[in-house]
């Protein structure tokens, strides 16, 4: 079992391998990689990275008790604020490369009876409390088990992300299912392993599953 | 086959593929002088600098746009064509292995003639025209192509359609071995192949629709439909079947493929209509490939004054 104990230094490696796909991204718009249709390749792009962070933010808790890899979590705020760095982007690019900040088309868009922008937004909006809740002073103000409460609302904004991208697709719906199927097994996974250890002392945490 | 004028325009006088390259350049000078904040304001100097460039040395036809045409890179790497994967780029990707000869076009149905014809047999003595149309795609974007075709109302006069026909439907072709899109895949399109189309008889008449076999006055490519593909530019980009190996006269509406697959999203007609939206979004603007800002969509795609009259009396909220 890796102690991460000179996490000092794996926290920059990961921090760096969690730009990778900006910087990919970029490379790719000034090296002229990009389709005919460069602004939905930045939206699509930023979009499919929102949701791979959001799940493998979601996959830490499960990991570090099933594997009993305890030391991950101290990778899981980073993780967390690069989903709300991407889906910030993703948002951005939105308002302002794809509609030019047209407020009265995004408005539009999002009150209409279309929920496919709407649930994005909405998946957006809900990372934003997490992401300035998610520093030691704001755990400590709010009390572990309230914090502990409002960050689940990260389930919440994962699932509104799944279905915005199950909307955004026209019938190859394949995709937007794997990632629901994923989500619903992380979610599964953190029900069933909370109600194994949630209620054992904080020691034994530390355990691996068997 | 191949369907020329004489007074063919090579493709790189009409689509300046250096100018194509130019902008990708300029994105890159600009960009590395600006930082990527100023991505927004450079994207639409782009467009200006491909419309200084270009150069018409064809006569505008009666029914030709005289907007900027899509470059030619664009308009072959950037595709809509599920036969052959359902991202963008698939199609020119994993065209490699299609054959668009020989071709076999399969005519029948209520027609006077119904057989089978060899693509050069089934256009023989029609007169092919090149036609600047606008494509709007359903999916909200839009391009400036310029085709080679003959309009299908010329094919239909000669194969000689009986007074019962109301409709014409047509196929695209089945090739799994050569068209990966078509092999059974859960990560595929969600249609059923063959791919159908079809138009109701006044609409197939129409002078607009076109039976395209070349783009930018060069033979056309795999993934823009080779041999041969309709284009109906007051319809909706899918409603262009491509590759079309059947052609059928019938006195019933045809069940298209996206018609059939998704019915409360897609209808028959798919007349482009800014004022009806796509139950997920919004058919009130378009992004015109190579521009930065959306423009307005136009009733029929601009071309109302050739195609409204058909429509009359229609409810097309209903006739979607």
Request: some cysteine; charged content about 20%; aromatic content about 12%.
């Amino acid at each position: 079992m890796p102690k991460f104990n000179r996490w000092w230094i794996f926290k920059p490696a990961v921090f760096v391998v969690c730009l990778v796909p900006m910087a990919w991204l970029v490379w790719d718009i000034f090296a002229g990689n990009l389709s005919a249709n460069p602004i939905e390749d930045i939206r699509n792009r930023t979009g499919i990275w929102t949701l791979r962070f959001l799940m493998i933010t979601l996959s830490v808790t499960p990991l570090r008790r099933i594997i009993g890899w305890s030391s991950l979590i101290r990778f899981r705020r980073m993780l967390g604020l690069f989903a709300f760095f991407y889906a910030f982007v993703h948002f951005i690019t939105y308002i302002w490369l794809d509609q030019a900040f047209a407020w009265d088309e995004i408005v539009k868009d999002m009150i209409s009876k279309r929920p496919f922008i709407l649930s994005g937004v909405a998946s957006f909006v809900l990372l934003i409390p997490l992401a300035i809740t998610s520093t030691k002073k704001w755990i400590g103000r709010l009390g572990g088990k309230r914090w502990q409460m409002i960050h689940r609302l990260i389930y919440l904004s994962a699932g509104l992300g799944v279905l915005h991208y199950y909307w955004r697709v026209k019938l190859d719906i394949a995709r937007p299912l794997a990632y629901g199927a994923v989500l619903a097994v992380l979610l599964g996974l953190r029900v069933t392993v909370a109600a194994v250890y949630d209620r054992r002392p904080v020691g034994a945490h530390r355990a691996p599953l068997q | 086959m191949l369907i020329k004028r004489a007074s063919d325009i090579a493709s790189s006088e009409i689509t300046p593929e250096n100018l194509y390259h130019n902008r990708r350049e300029f994105i890159k000078t600009a960009s590395a002088v600006l930082g990527i904040a100023a991505a927004g304001a450079i994207l639409p100097a782009c467009t200006n600098s491909a419309v200084s460039g270009m150069t018409q040395s064809k006569p505008k036809g009666k029914y030709d746009t005289d907007e900027k045409p899509t470059p030619y890179e664009d308009v072959t790497h950037y595709n809509n064509y599920y036969e052959f994967g359902i991202d963008k780029a698939d199609p020119a990707a994993n065209s490699g292995k299609f054959k668009p000869t020989p071709w076999t076009v399969s005519v029948e149905g209520m027609v006077k003639k119904p057989a089978s014809y060899s693509l050069d047999d089934l256009l023989k003595g029609l007169t092919p025209e090149e036609r600047v149309y606008r494509m709007r795609c359903v999916e909200a974007w839009s391009m400036v192509i310029p085709w080679t075709g003959v309009p299908l109302a010329a094919l239909i006069a000669k194969l000689e359609p009986t007074p019962a026909a109301k409709y014409v439907e047509f196929k695209t072709i089945m090739r799994p071995d050569e068209m990966p899109g078509q092999r059974p895949s859960i990560f595929g399109s969600g249609l059923h192949w063959p791919y159908t189309e079809g138009l109701r008889m006044d609409e197939a008449m129409n002078p607009l629709a076109l039976l395209v076999t070349g783009v930018y006055g060069k033979p056309a490519l795999a993934q823009n439909g080779a041999p041969m593909r309709l284009v109906t530019p007051w319809k909706y980009g899918f409603k262009g079947v491509k590759s079309i190996v059947k052609i059928r006269f019938t006195d019933k509406q045809p069940l298209t493929a996206w018609n059939e697959a998704a019915p409360q999203e897609y209808g028959f007609f798919a007349n482009v209509n800014p004022q009806v939206d796509h139950p997920r979004w919004s058919q009130a603007s378009e992004r015109r490939i190579g521009e930065f800002y959306k423009r307005r969509t136009l009733m029929f795609n601009g071309y109302a004054d050739q195609v409204a009259q058909m429509y009359s009396g229609m409810d097309l909220r209903k006739s979607y």
